[in-house]
């Protein structure tokens, strides 16, 4: 019988590492619940450490997830172990993973730190984790730039104090596969009892070897992988989960495992984390690329037609593609949008939240006849971004015409008290988010500006990303709506929301 690997997903704490992808504790609980529908071995929820709201969102995702592990990183130390272990408490499965690094670089430049201080810091850490779980992970930053015999020391070392997870990061994205697969049969072969743990690899993708690296490792022995929904991550990303899934369940020829996977809610978990985020997936994605099962040349066309398999190797129904079922439409109630939010795993707490979503559904359906599954999760994904609106689009106008400057005339209301603001532009989306700026004055700096169809039709909701930078802070801001203009007033303001909240958080690197 083939081994289990264990899917190890982190994208709620390095995939929201990436800019402006920091995500709300509400928005954290839906992730969690699909990454649970997904079925994902280990949910690494955020690092509870780094702000009081990190440390609530990491517990609320404990108290949602039943089936799947929770889990909180924390660095080294007491104190961040002490909240991890509390943040934990109330998942079925909790996990605390600690780490340290171990590269000279960086326990020289770092840590200012020397051997001996790392190892004793690290079996440390291990044991007052085993205070609040049994289920431990280890891992030594930076492992690919360090020393193989001090590597060999210090798993020996945490494996004695009680970790059961021992995982090989590259921090960097510096390995190649043969020279990783190299490493992790090394170390397996070399520290005593590493039979009795399992060994894990984190591998980022700054070379775009993340997945090929990750892959490497399981064939030289490791049955854990570190990965994120899209290849989501600071830098160049990590390894897409989707990726790494597909490729050890297509290869059973080649891989002596397999994960336990749901693999038709790959990519709902896709689409679901990338209008939580403001990332978009590029049309060439593999897996969940909406042109990742498409073939425009005549031959394979015609293949496809005769054999699917002459030019396909995977069924795109089989990781989640389907067609957009029609769900609703102006005139369906609301136990029955309810019902359909139920099967979307999308849930509103509340009689007041549930009229308030119901209201906006029904706005939706005078603007757009058909309304499929897409445009609900873009209509719920929108309201899990600010808790508190200080600015909120009341009305727009906008002309445009051939041959003439495009004028906005906007009214928002700011911290509740009604403000207009009118001006020119380049184009209409640029006179309005001058308009905006009118009013808001806020010093920010425009980064990205994307649009996304939704759905297909020229009906279709357009999704806008909008990315703003101030004082160091980046922050995405998410619009939807059938009119692109107002979806890209409505991210603005959605961004601007987000840079009036707190700030005040962490970010370590794994």
Request: aromatic residues 4%; proline residues 3%.
């Amino acid at each position: 019988m083939n081994d289990k690997l264990v899917i190890f997903d982190t994208t709620m704490r390095d995939g929201e590492q990436s800019p402006g992808a920091s995500m709300t504790r509400e928005a954290k609980v839906r992730i969690g619940r699909q990454l649970e529908r997904l079925r994902v071995d280990v949910i690494e929820a955020g690092f509870a450490a780094a702000s009081d709201g990190d440390f609530e969102a990491v517990r609320a995702v404990a108290e949602a997830v039943r089936e799947s592990t929770v889990c909180s990183l924390a660095r080294a130390v007491e104190r961040d172990i002490r909240r991890a272990g509390e943040a934990i408490k109330p998942a079925a499965r909790g996990r605390i993973h600690t780490f340290i690094a171990t590269s000279p670089i960086h326990m020289e430049k770092k840590l200012r730190m020397t051997p001996e201080q790392v190892i004793e810091n690290a079996v440390a850490a291990v044991k007052l984790a085993r205070q609040y779980t049994d289920d431990v992970e280890f891992s030594a930053e930076d492992a690919i730039r360090s020393d193989e015999d001090f590597l060999c020391r210090v798993f020996e070392a945490v494996i004695k104090a009680g970790a059961t997870t021992l995982n090989v990061p590259d921090t960097v994205g510096y390995s190649i596969p043969a020279l990783l697969g190299e490493r992790i049969g090394n170390l397996i072969a070399r520290v005593p009892n590493s039979d009795k743990v399992i060994w894990s690899t984190h591998c980022h993708n700054d070379l775009g070897m993340a997945v090929a690296n990750s892959l490497a490792a399981v064939m030289a022995g490791a049955r854990q992988v570190e990965c994120t929904i899209n290849g989501l991550g600071e830098r160049a990303g990590n390894a897409a989960l989707e990726e790494i899934v597909m490729a050890v369940r297509t290869r059973q020829d080649v891989f002596k495992c397999d994960t336990r996977i749901d693999a038709t809610q790959i990519v709902p978990a896709s689409k679901l984390v990338s209008q939580i985020t403001g990332y978009p997936v590029q049309p060439n994605k593999a897996i969940v690329g909406a042109n990742a099962f498409a073939h425009e040349s005549g031959i394979h066309q015609d293949g496809v037609l005769k054999h699917r398999e002459t030019y396909e190797i995977m069924r795109a129904e089989d990781v989640g593609w389907s067609a957009n079922r029609l769900t609703l439409g102006k005139l369906s109630g609301r136990n029955a949008f309810k019902t359909k939010l139920q099967e979307l795993g999308i849930e509103v707490g509340g009689d007041e939240a549930l009229n308030a979503a119901f209201a906006r559904f029904k706005a939706l359906a005078d603007k757009k006849r058909e309304i499929f599954d897409e445009d609900l999760v873009a209509l719920m994904s929108s309201e899990v971004q600010v808790l508190e609106e200080r600015f909120k689009l009341v009305y727009s106008k906008v002309h445009s015409e051939t041959g003439e400057q495009p004028l906005a005339a906007l009214t928002l209301t700011v911290d509740g008290v009604e403000q207009r603001a009118e001006s020119s532009g380049s184009g209409p989306v640029d006179a309005t988010f001058k308009a905006i700026e009118q009013v808001a004055q806020s010093g920010t700096e425009l980064l990205l500006y994307s649009v996304n169809s939704i759905t297909t039709g020229t009906d279709a909701q357009g999704e806008v990303t909008v990315r703003l930078s101030k004082n160091g802070r980046v922050v995405n801001g998410q619009g939807a709506d059938c009119d692109i203009v107002v979806a890209s007033a409505k991210a603005y303001l959605n961004a601007l929301n987000k840079l009036s909240g707190s700030s005040e958080r962490a970010h370590p690197q794994l």
